[in-house]
Protein backbone atom coordinates (compact mmCIF):
# COMPACT_ATOMS: atom_id res chain seq x y z
CA UNK A 1 0.00 0.00 0.00
CA UNK A 2 1.40 3.11 -0.97
CA UNK A 3 -0.57 5.28 1.61
CA UNK A 4 -0.20 8.96 1.26
CA UNK A 5 2.35 10.11 -0.90
CA UNK A 6 4.11 13.88 -1.21
CA UNK A 7 5.74 15.09 -4.22
CA UNK A 8 8.69 16.50 -4.22
CA UNK A 9 10.72 15.60 -1.13
CA UNK A 10 12.83 18.84 -1.56
CA UNK A 11 12.06 22.36 -3.23
CA UNK A 12 13.80 25.22 -3.64
CA UNK A 13 12.42 28.43 -4.72
CA UNK A 14 13.08 31.97 -5.30
CA UNK A 15 10.99 34.65 -3.84
CA UNK A 16 7.97 35.13 -5.93
CA UNK A 17 7.90 31.98 -7.76
CA UNK A 18 5.13 29.84 -7.65
CA UNK A 19 4.73 25.87 -6.94
CA UNK A 20 2.54 23.47 -6.68
CA UNK A 21 2.85 20.52 -3.91
CA UNK A 22 1.37 17.21 -4.72
CA UNK A 23 -0.25 15.26 -2.17
CA UNK A 24 -2.28 11.67 -3.25
CA UNK A 25 -3.38 9.05 -1.44
CA UNK A 26 -4.99 5.51 -2.68
CA UNK A 27 -6.88 4.68 0.92
CA UNK A 28 -10.53 5.80 -0.62
CA UNK A 29 -9.73 8.67 2.36
CA UNK A 30 -12.70 11.71 2.17
CA UNK A 31 -10.65 13.84 4.58
CA UNK A 32 -7.15 15.45 3.48
CA UNK A 33 -5.40 18.25 5.11
CA UNK A 34 -2.22 20.37 4.86
CA UNK A 35 0.44 21.16 7.58
CA UNK A 36 3.22 23.11 7.87
CA UNK A 37 5.95 22.27 10.62
CA UNK A 38 8.37 24.63 11.40
CA UNK A 39 11.95 23.85 13.51
CA UNK A 40 11.23 23.14 17.13
CA UNK A 41 7.39 23.26 16.24
CA UNK A 42 4.41 21.65 16.46
CA UNK A 43 2.92 21.16 13.22
CA UNK A 44 -0.01 23.75 12.15
CA UNK A 45 -2.90 23.36 9.83
CA UNK A 46 -3.08 25.08 6.40
CA UNK A 47 -6.13 23.83 4.76
CA UNK A 48 -8.33 21.03 4.88
CA UNK A 49 -11.21 19.31 2.66
CA UNK A 50 -13.82 16.83 4.03
CA UNK A 51 -14.48 15.90 0.56
CA UNK A 52 -14.07 16.36 -3.49
CA UNK A 53 -15.17 19.48 -4.30
CA UNK A 54 -14.79 20.65 -0.62
CA UNK A 55 -12.10 22.56 1.25
CA UNK A 56 -12.00 24.45 4.33
CA UNK A 57 -9.34 27.42 6.18
CA UNK A 58 -7.20 26.00 8.97
CA UNK A 59 -4.93 27.94 11.20
CA UNK A 60 -2.61 29.10 8.60
CA UNK A 61 -3.89 29.87 5.18
CA UNK A 62 -2.88 33.00 3.94
CA UNK A 63 -0.40 32.42 0.78
CA UNK A 64 -1.78 29.25 -0.08
CA UNK A 65 -4.53 27.36 -2.20
CA UNK A 66 -6.20 24.68 -2.33
CA UNK A 67 -8.62 22.49 -4.02
CA UNK A 68 -9.58 18.89 -4.16
CA UNK A 69 -11.23 17.71 -7.71
CA UNK A 70 -11.01 14.17 -6.51
CA UNK A 71 -10.74 12.22 -4.02
CA UNK A 72 -7.12 10.67 -4.38
CA UNK A 73 -5.56 14.03 -4.62
CA UNK A 74 -5.33 17.31 -2.72
CA UNK A 75 -2.76 19.80 -4.20
CA UNK A 76 -1.41 22.69 -2.37
CA UNK A 77 -0.73 26.07 -4.45
CA UNK A 78 1.94 28.52 -3.28
CA UNK A 79 1.25 31.95 -5.77
CA UNK A 80 3.82 33.66 -4.61
CA UNK A 81 6.18 31.96 -2.52
CA UNK A 82 7.90 34.66 0.56
CA UNK A 83 10.95 33.29 2.40
CA UNK A 84 8.49 32.72 5.28
CA UNK A 85 6.84 29.92 3.86
CA UNK A 86 10.14 28.24 3.90
CA UNK A 87 9.52 24.86 6.67
CA UNK A 88 8.40 21.20 6.00
CA UNK A 89 5.25 20.45 4.28
CA UNK A 90 3.04 17.55 6.02
CA UNK A 91 -0.05 15.79 3.89
CA UNK A 92 -2.42 13.61 5.94
CA UNK A 93 -5.52 11.85 5.08
CA UNK A 94 -8.00 9.74 6.95
CA UNK A 95 -11.06 7.75 6.24
CA UNK A 96 -13.63 10.48 7.41
CA UNK A 97 -13.37 13.40 9.59
CA UNK A 98 -14.76 10.93 12.58
CA UNK A 99 -13.32 12.03 15.84
CA UNK A 100 -12.06 8.46 15.78
CA UNK A 101 -10.50 7.77 13.28
CA UNK A 102 -6.70 7.90 12.97
CA UNK A 103 -5.06 10.37 10.51
CA UNK A 104 -2.50 9.43 7.94
CA UNK A 105 0.48 11.28 6.89
CA UNK A 106 3.00 11.43 4.25
CA UNK A 107 6.92 11.67 4.47
CA UNK A 108 6.55 15.52 3.86
CA UNK A 109 8.55 18.25 1.45
CA UNK A 110 11.29 19.96 2.22
CA UNK A 111 10.58 23.56 1.12
CA UNK A 112 12.84 26.59 0.50
CA UNK A 113 12.22 30.21 -0.50
CA UNK A 114 15.39 31.51 -1.20
CA UNK B 1 -10.19 23.37 21.74
CA UNK B 2 -9.33 22.32 24.99
CA UNK B 3 -4.88 22.63 25.65
CA UNK B 4 -2.84 19.91 26.68
CA UNK B 5 0.69 20.51 28.65
CA UNK B 6 3.34 18.18 28.20
CA UNK B 7 6.98 18.18 29.46
CA UNK B 8 9.41 19.84 26.48
CA UNK B 9 11.39 16.42 26.75
CA UNK B 10 11.89 13.19 28.69
CA UNK B 11 14.63 10.90 28.58
CA UNK B 12 14.38 6.66 29.15
CA UNK B 13 17.13 3.73 29.14
CA UNK B 14 16.67 1.27 26.79
CA UNK B 15 14.19 -1.90 27.82
CA UNK B 16 12.72 0.01 30.38
CA UNK B 17 9.18 1.33 30.74
CA UNK B 18 8.38 5.02 30.28
CA UNK B 19 5.40 6.95 31.02
CA UNK B 20 4.64 10.56 28.84
CA UNK B 21 2.39 12.56 31.13
CA UNK B 22 -0.34 14.62 29.37
CA UNK B 23 -2.59 17.41 31.16
CA UNK B 24 -5.71 18.69 29.92
CA UNK B 25 -7.49 20.20 32.90
CA UNK B 26 -10.35 22.34 30.34
CA UNK B 27 -11.02 18.73 28.76
CA UNK B 28 -14.74 18.57 27.78
CA UNK B 29 -17.18 15.17 28.49
CA UNK B 30 -17.18 14.50 24.36
CA UNK B 31 -13.09 15.19 24.13
CA UNK B 32 -11.03 12.30 22.83
CA UNK B 33 -7.59 11.70 23.90
CA UNK B 34 -5.43 11.28 20.95
CA UNK B 35 -1.71 10.34 20.81
CA UNK B 36 0.95 10.50 17.68
CA UNK B 37 4.48 10.20 17.57
CA UNK B 38 7.15 12.21 15.15
CA UNK B 39 9.80 10.31 14.26
CA UNK B 40 12.97 12.21 12.94
CA UNK B 41 12.57 13.45 9.55
CA UNK B 42 9.47 11.58 8.94
CA UNK B 43 5.63 12.26 8.98
CA UNK B 44 3.32 11.71 12.17
CA UNK B 45 1.84 8.36 13.25
CA UNK B 46 -0.91 7.59 15.25
CA UNK B 47 -0.62 5.61 18.22
CA UNK B 48 -3.51 5.17 20.59
CA UNK B 49 -6.46 7.04 21.35
CA UNK B 50 -9.19 7.02 24.24
CA UNK B 51 -12.40 8.59 25.81
CA UNK B 52 -12.70 7.32 29.28
CA UNK B 53 -11.22 3.64 29.85
CA UNK B 54 -7.75 2.97 29.17
CA UNK B 55 -6.38 1.32 26.68
CA UNK B 56 -4.06 -1.00 24.85
CA UNK B 57 -2.61 -1.60 21.50
CA UNK B 58 0.50 -3.29 20.15
CA UNK B 59 2.24 0.21 20.27
CA UNK B 60 1.46 1.48 23.97
CA UNK B 61 -1.55 1.75 26.29
CA UNK B 62 -3.34 4.65 27.50
CA UNK B 63 -3.94 5.63 31.03
CA UNK B 64 -6.72 7.87 31.70
CA UNK B 65 -7.64 9.48 34.87
CA UNK B 66 -10.41 8.86 36.25
CA UNK B 67 -12.25 12.74 36.14
CA UNK B 68 -10.33 13.02 32.52
CA UNK B 69 -8.07 16.23 33.50
CA UNK B 70 -4.54 14.22 32.65
CA UNK B 71 -3.52 11.16 30.88
CA UNK B 72 -0.61 8.84 30.52
CA UNK B 73 0.63 6.97 27.32
CA UNK B 74 2.54 4.01 28.71
CA UNK B 75 5.75 2.39 26.56
CA UNK B 76 6.34 -0.45 28.06
CA UNK B 77 9.48 -1.97 26.87
CA UNK B 78 11.40 1.29 25.08
CA UNK B 79 13.82 0.50 22.17
CA UNK B 80 15.88 3.21 20.17
CA UNK B 81 13.29 3.10 17.72
CA UNK B 82 10.91 5.03 19.97
CA UNK B 83 13.42 8.05 20.08
CA UNK B 84 10.49 10.46 18.79
CA UNK B 85 8.11 13.65 19.83
CA UNK B 86 5.06 12.74 21.29
CA UNK B 87 1.99 14.55 20.60
CA UNK B 88 -1.39 14.69 23.36
CA UNK B 89 -4.09 15.79 21.73
CA UNK B 90 -7.56 16.36 22.27
CA UNK B 91 -10.10 15.93 19.77
CA UNK B 92 -14.65 17.16 19.93
CA UNK B 93 -16.35 16.57 17.29
CA UNK B 94 -16.67 19.71 16.16
CA UNK B 95 -12.76 19.54 15.36
CA UNK B 96 -13.85 18.56 11.31
CA UNK B 97 -11.19 15.61 11.55
CA UNK B 98 -8.48 18.17 12.23
CA UNK B 99 -5.89 17.74 14.74
CA UNK B 100 -4.53 20.78 16.35
CA UNK B 101 -0.39 19.92 17.47
CA UNK B 102 1.11 21.60 20.47
CA UNK B 103 4.63 21.05 20.66
CA UNK B 104 4.95 17.79 22.27
CA UNK B 105 7.42 15.71 24.64
CA UNK B 106 10.83 15.15 22.81
CA UNK B 107 11.60 11.46 24.03
CA UNK B 108 15.32 10.54 23.88
CA UNK B 109 16.14 6.45 24.71
CA UNK B 110 19.60 5.70 25.68
CA UNK B 111 21.02 2.46 24.81
Known amino acids: NAGVTQTPKFQVLKTGQSMTLQCAQD?????MSWYRQDPGMGLRLIHYSVGAGITDQGEVPNGYNVSRSTTEDFPLRLLSAAPSQTSVYFC?????????????FGSGTQLSVL | DAKTTQPNSMESNEEEPVHLPCNHSTISGTDYIHWYRQLPSQGPEYVIHGLTSNVNNRMASLAIAEDRKSSTLILHRATLRDAAVYYC????????????FGKGTKLSVKP
Open chain 1, 92 to 104: ASSFNRDVEEKLF
Open chain 2, 89 to 100: ILRDRGSQGNLI
Open chain 1, 27 to 31: MNHEY
